[in-house]
């Protein structure tokens, strides 16, 4: 195998690793937005965090919401890559 060959390889082992760690679901805020009034748990946790996340800072607080509970949980994230 030469220098070009192991290289490629490695490129493609790199971008699989990537696509592994970083899931399926990408953060969009105006689907979370739309997901939040679904579900009672995640509503209740925005009114929870929204007063902190006021103004420009509304993105994070959707951010929060779906790192901490949407990615990784099964349900929800069906819900969420359904959401257009």
Known sequence: M????????????REELYSLVE???????KKVLKLIPQDKFLSYEW??????YKGSKEAKGLEHIFNYYIDGDPSLER???KIK
């Open 23 to 29: 899931g399926r679901n990408q953060f969009d805020p």
């Open 47 to 52: 009114k929870k965090i929204k007063n902190k």
């Open 2 to 13: 030469n220098n070009v060959q192991k290289e490629r390889i490695r490129m493609m082992i």
């Open 79 to 81: 819900q969420y890559s």
